[in-house]
């Protein structure tokens, strides 16, 4: 496969894909966020070869990116051995130029996240973390769940002087959000505490990602409550996945009562990336997977064993739970709102 054939399968094989910038882009959907409601608009670009920068990746919408690799190619139902080869091939052609590593970093950024500015601001944001859970936490146990309730406080506490957006959006990040620190240290996945239209247009959204260091490879960018396992335990280890950070606190707090274990959320990655994570990065041995989706189109059987089957090890258990409470669509909830039902389909 050569340069011309690679362009020539994305654009065939993807919905909607068109060539822009003079050829120097494919541009399509986003496959990590679903794009937006507009099935006409397009935010997502992918580089094309050129003998001198790799096979680069960005959404202008949900800002994930990195360098186009095997993973990829499964996850996006874009794999096949010969286009899998030329995807390595030409990025190892490529990648030994220094400039392009921040694509291709997966450094974990020693970040401390424990001090927090007590004032009615951060108190209505306190009280906001513990109605949505029931739970009466404190700023402590908040800040070792590695919920950050001052975007100000964390860049001063770090020496982060360099921002990543206007200072007028960081001002309103810091004042009307709250954090949720990445598994790298290097984003935040943001929840509005505040209503609709009090915010910049730009960042007026449910959630939104803030990169602290400008770090362009988002594969690590999710949510993991900070636990310990024992891979030493002959008993699997439970990766639990839900899709929202409130999910996952719930989940590890409230359903599972702390109980040992893996908890993550996807936050705007997905699924499959998540759990290759885990499994490829880390190398945890002997897991079994829980997924804790939401009741939606998007959290069924099947939807869940379209990822499932994308993973090389078919022998992984697999497990689905649901909150059955009526009314609530996710476990992020406080206990009294929970009816879980359990299933393994694997």
């Known amino acids: 496969m050569n340069n011309e054939q690679f362009v020539d399968y994305i654009l065939s094989k993807v919905e909607r894909a068109k060539l822009a910038s003079a050829g120097s882009v494919i541009n399509c959907r986003c496959p990590e966020c679903g794009d937006s409601i507009h099935k006409t608009s397009a935010h997502f670009y992918i580089n094309t070869p050129d003998n001198e920068s790799p096979l680069l990746y960005y959404c202008h919408k949900c800002n994930c990116g990195g360098i186009l690799n095997y993973n990829k190619l499964i996850e996006w139902d874009l794999y096949t051995p010969e286009v899998a080869q030329f995807v390595i091939d030409y990025n190892n052609s490529v990648t030994k130029n220094k400039k392009f590593n921040k694509y291709n970093s997966k450094t974990i950024y020693n970040v401390h996240h424990y001090t927090t500015t007590v004032n009615n601001n951060t108190e209505i944001k306190r009280k906001y973390v513990c109605d949505r859970l029931g739970i009466d936490l404190s700023y402590e146990e908040l800040a070792s769940l590695k919920v950050i309730l001052n975007l100000d ?125 885990f499994i490829q990065e880390l190398m945890i041995p002997n897991i079994e997977l829980h997924f804790y989706p939401d009741n939606d189109r998007y959290g069924t059987v099947d939807r869940i064993m379209s990822t499932v089957n994308k993973i090389p090890d078919p022998t992984i258990p697999v497990f689905i739970h649901n909150n059955k409470s009526p009314g609530e669509k996710d476990f992020g909830v406080p206990k009294n709102r929970i009816i879980e039902s359990i299933h393994k389909i694997r």
């Open 153 to 277: 406080d964390l860049l001063a506490e770090n020496g982060i002087r360099k921002l990543t957006r206007e200072p007028f959006i960081v001002e309103q990040l810091s004042s009307q959000f709250i954090g949720f620190l990445s598994v790298d240290n290097a984003f935040l996945n943001m929840r509005r505490t505040c209503n609709e239209g009090v915010v910049y247009k730009s960042i007026d959204k449910r959630y939104i990602n803030y990169s602290l260091f400008d770090k362009k490879n988002t594969v690590q960018r999710f949510y993991t409550v900070p636990t310990s396992v024992n891979l030493n335990c002959f008993e699997r280890i439970k990766l639990n996945i839900s899709e929202g950070p409130f999910d996952i606190l719930s989940v590890y707090l409230n359903v599972r009562n702390r109980e040992p274990g893996i908890y993550t959320c996807v936050a705007g990655n997905n699924f499959y990336s998540v759990i290759m994570y």
